[in-house]
């Protein structure tokens, strides 16, 4: 390499040098042994249903690829069908499909909380909301993590300071990291008091949690200062996410939203396998009744071999501090044949690196004693 160019890459270099120094340069991994690191909690990623109705919907000239944007010729029929029947099963006025979830939430941000407008964000919400507020006109500020209290004590400070706009209160249903449920019925009654907005990423809440997987905003749907964003790329088995909302932010998201009107629309096909996931939720109430037993088993698994686990989620975080001690455990479980990987900041707070085990249906209850038990033997004698 010559020195212009190596020059030209010293940054970039230097930074990940950095990176490895403090154990956490990260690299692409390949999916081997059992699964407790996907978000596939139900299944249906590789279910015979969703497959052939991907078979079914190609067969009859569902095209793979929208064309373009949906304002333009990308309008397909796949994608309003999806939008119809996402609203009524999630008891919404309205609903909009997008790409990913980490695209629906900075859409939002940057498009529906306006100028003047405040922000309030829970510490541990997802990087693409901390993204989309960033980016947006909204001032932002971060609550304590679940604490109603710092929230209102947030808008009042506000209000005290001279803040006169639209609050948005944003927050996950359940954390992605910490697997813990939010206050939302606290936080509602929050919404109500301030005439604010609240936005809950449901992402994986939906199709676990609720009634027919609904998601834990459920029980206050049809409200109208509630949007949710239900990600389809974990326990939907597909990809993209919905936005739900009442028709007003629906239709101003569709004439202001640049995500929405720049991009190329999902594939329709993921509309269409979004549909039958839908239509499962519906007709195979035991995938989640099935889930839920084994996410019991397994905290109760867990209690029997003195572990510790601050959830009672599907989410299982295994707390562990040191970055490279956490990557070194995660190893090793790989090499007993259990896909678990090591999480570290900036994805979670300095000092609480982690192991992330996730509980899904592509596992049973023998290939959870077999995981913890390789998980106890591999700390054992640590002081936790």
Known sequence: MDSKHATRFRNYVAALHALKDDHRLRGLKPRVGIDFTSNDYLALASAPRMKKAIVAALHDGTPIGAGGSRLLRGNCEEHERLEAQAAQFFSADAALFFSSGYVANFAVLTTLPQRGDLLVLDSLVHASIHE?????????????????????????????????????????????????????????????????????????????????????????????????????????????????????????????????????????????????????????????????????????????????????????????????????????????????RGIRPPTVPVGTARLRISVTLNVGEDDVRAMLDALAEETKGWLR
């Open 132 to 340: 989309g507020a960033r980016a947006g006109r909204a001032d932002v500020r971060i609550s304590e993590h679940n604490d109603p209290q710092s929230v209102e004590s947030t808008i009042r400070d506000w209000r005290t300071s001279g803040g006169v706009g639209r609050v948005w209160i944003v927050v996950e249903s359940v954390y992605s990291m910490d697997g813990d449920f939010a206050p939302l019925g606290e936080l509602v009654a929050l919404a109500d008091r301030y005439d604010a907005f609240l936005m809950v990423d449901e992402a994986h809440a939906t199709g676990v949690y609720g009634e027919q997987g609904r998601g834990l905003t459920a029980a206050y749907e049809r409200r109208g200062n509630l949007l949710a964003v239900h990600t389809c790329g974990k326990a939907l088995g597909a990809v993209g996410a919905i936005v739900t909302a009442g028709s007003a932010l629906r239709d101003f998201m569709v004439n202001r939203c640049r995500p929405f009107i720049f991009a190329t629309a999902p594939s329709p096909l993921m509309a269409v396998a979004v549909r039958e996931a839908l239509s499962i939720l519906q007709e195979e109430p035991e995938r989640q009744q099935r889930l839920a037993s084994l996410v019991a088993f397994t905290h109760r698994e867990i209690g029997l071999r003195g572990l510790r686990s601050p959830s009672d989620t599907q989410i299982v975080p295994y707390i562990v501090g040191d970055n490279a001690r956490a990557m070194q455990l995660a190893s090793a479980l790989q090499a007993r044949g259990f896909d678990i």
